[in-house]
């Protein structure tokens, strides 16, 4: 991908898994947009999701029935419910998204700490943070799809 870049290739290019991780080309940041250090899955649900299912292994393995549902792992969202207005439109989707993950964060740490901090060691410490599910959204019918499709709880 870097040849493409520098044979004048104008991508707009997002990236998250990088080859040869953890030793990341890293002239390619160049010509990223947005980064990250390989952080799809490190949501606090998708932590809690993987001891969840190690409980039920352990719970069966056992024979003792399994009391502890996903929720029992996490700790209550910051914000965990959001009523929108009726002028809230598709241009506003990008706010709504960056109230619980902005990529921005991401691309930041990486670029200003990947030199004295390591790719793994910004893997291994990454910051918490959640789900778009954890966000449940009064919203007009024009947008509820489109919130839907991101993951967002819509309230009926």
């Not at 490190?42 to 409980?55: I, P, S, V």
């Not at 966000?135 to 919130?147: G, I, K, P, Y």
């Amino acid at each position: 991908m870097l040849e493409l870049f520098e044979q004048g290739a104008k991508l707009d290019c997002v990236l998250d898994v990088w080859e040869n991780e953890p030793n990341i080309l890293t002239p390619l940041l160049n010509y990223v947009r947005f980064a990250s250090v390989h952080i799809a899955g490190h949501t606090l649900e998708g932590k809690a999701r993987g001891t969840q299912m190690l409980y039920q292994k352990v719970c069966e393995l056992e024979g003792v029935a399994a009391l502890k549902s996903l929720e029992d792992f996490l700790p209550e969202p910051i914000s965990h419910a959001v009523s929108l207005g009726e002028t809230f439109t598709l241009d506003d989707i990008g706010r709504l998204v960056h109230l619980i993950y902005d990529v921005r964060r991401d691309d930041g740490i990486l670029r200003s700490k990947l030199n004295q901090e390591g790719f793994d060691s910004l893997r291994k410490n990454y910051p918490p943070r959640r789900e778009f599910n954890t966000l449940s959204v009064a919203a007009n019918s024009a947008c509820e799809a489109a919130l839907a499709a991101l993951g967002f709880r819509i309230n009926e």
